[in-house]
């Protein structure tokens, strides 16, 4: 009977462990070692981050730092997700915005399913989202804006919806336009160059008024020459910084 008990409560708790989600890192998911924001402006937060996370089965992370050290903000973003050990499944999915305050910069990171789901024009549009936050020095704004497109742009990417960006044409239309004006400076100046009645000439004999000089005698003669040498950069190949993450980054 005892035997038979204990058979079941295995069975149970096995049964238990395969149904419960992968559970990502016990760390919280806001470090606000800047202390950018008040205790309940932390808590709500970090409730939201939470509720996020657990039920799209993707980490998403808000760090704040003093200081970065001088370090690359993408890449001490990306170790501050690894340190705590953010991350669903083999392939760690997830994203963490950090805030450096010392650098004024800012960057975010994507992990595993964020790497695709999170696709450029996902990024361009979450990096100007928060940019315009932390211009006004609204932190909680940035915060809410990345956790908010983190949670939309995932759920629908997870829907079979990829991203694209809301409004495409007129992106475009502003590129044409400075094109356009960068090509009518150019002609302009091309013109203006046409109408000067002096230019420089690289021959002596031009600035002779014809038939009135006659030279019976004329030679050439090699002075000196001076040679540039500039070695060339040797192109190397290393396994040990192929890209691992994706991210954007900006200063503010």
């Not at 939201?48 to 808000?62: G, H, K, N, P, T």
């Not at 600035?207 to 050439?220: M, P």
């Not at 040498?229 to 993450?245: D, L, M």
Request: net charge negative; with cysteine; proline share 2%.
């Amino acid at each position: 009977m005892k035997k038979r008990m204990f058979s079941f409560v295995w069975m149970m708790l096995l049964c238990l462990a395969v149904a419960m989600p992968v559970m990502a890192s016990e760390q919280p998911r806001v470090t606000d070692e800047a202390n950018l924001l008040s205790e309940n402006e932390a808590s709500a937060l970090e409730k939201s981050l939470d509720e996020i996370s657990e039920r799209l089965q993707f980490d998403v992370a808000i760090a704040t730092r003093e200081s970065i050290g001088g370090s690359d903000a993408q890449e001490a973003a990306y170790d501050i997700y690894n340190e705590n050990g953010y991350g669903y499944g083999n392939d760690k999915d997830g994203a963490l915005l950090l805030i450096s305050m010392e650098e004024r910069e800012w960057a975010f990171t994507t992990v595993g399913y964020g790497t695709s789901a999170l696709n450029e024009e996902a990024r361009a549009f979450i990096s100007d989202e928060v940019a315009s936050a932390l211009a006004d020095e609204d932190y909680e704004a940035a915060f809410t804006a990345f956790a908010d497109s983190c949670d939309s742009i995932v759920t629908d990417t997870k829907a079979g919806k990829a991203y694209k960006e809301p409004f495409p044409f007129a992106r475009r239309l502003g590129v044409c336009f400075v094109i356009s004006l960068i090509v009518a400076v150019i002609a302009i100046i091309a013109m203006k160059g046409e109408l000067e009645s002096v230019k420089k000439q690289d021959a002596a004999g031009a600035y002779v008024k014809k038939n009135s000089l006659k030279i019976t005698n004329s030679s050439e003669r090699f002075l000196y020459r001076n040679v540039d040498k500039t070695e060339k950069a040797q192109e190397t190949e290393s396994k040990a910084n192929e890209t691992t993450h994706i991210g954007n980054s900006g200063k503010f």
